[in-house]
C-alpha cells in the first residue's frame, strides 16, 4: 500500500513538472489561442502541437478537414447531401477541439448563444458541440494567421 502511495506522489510531482513546462513553453509562445474564453494552456497546447504551422493551411476549411470535422458528402445522380463527420485526420486535434468547443460553449457569450441556436434547431447535443467546435476551427484560423487576439464583439 506504501508502495502504490509512493507511486502516485510521484506521478503527481512529474504532472505538476510537466504542466510548470507547458506554462513556460505557452507564455514563451504568447499565442492569441489562449485569449479565447475557456482554452486554457493545456488544451491550446495540444492544439498548437496538433496544427504545428498555420501557414500550412491556406483555408479553414482545409484546417477542419484535417481534424477530421468536415462532414461526408454523398453524390449520386441527382442527390446531393451531407452526412456525418467524416473522423479522418488527427483524432488528437479533433478531441482537444471538441474539449474546447465544450469549455467555449461555456465561457464565451457569443459561442454560447450559437450552441444554444444550434440545440433550439432541435440538434443532438453532441451534434450542436460538433457545430461549435467547426466555428471555434474558423476563429482559431483567423487568430492564429493574423496574430491577433480573441474579440467577442467580432463574432455577434
Known sequence: ????????????????????????????????????PGISNRLGSVILAEIRN??????????????GLEPAIYQSGQLDAQGKMVKRGSSHLRWALIQAAIKVARYSPAFKAYF??????????NVAISHVAKKLIRVLFYLLKNNETFDENKLR
Open 54 to 67: 498555420i501557414n500550412t493551411f491556406n483555408h479553414s476549411d482545409q484546417l477542419q478537414a484535417f481534424a
Open 1 to 36: 500500500m506504501i508502495e502504490i502511495i509512493e507511486n502516485i506522489q510521484h506521478y503527481e510531482k512529474l504532472i505538476k513538472q510537466t504542466e510548470k513546462k507547458i506554462d513556460e513553453l505557452m507564455a514563451e509562445l504568447n499565442s492569441a489561442i489562449t485569449t479565447v
Open 116 to 125: 444554444k441556436t444550434k440545440l433550439a434547431q432541435g440538434k443532438h447535443y
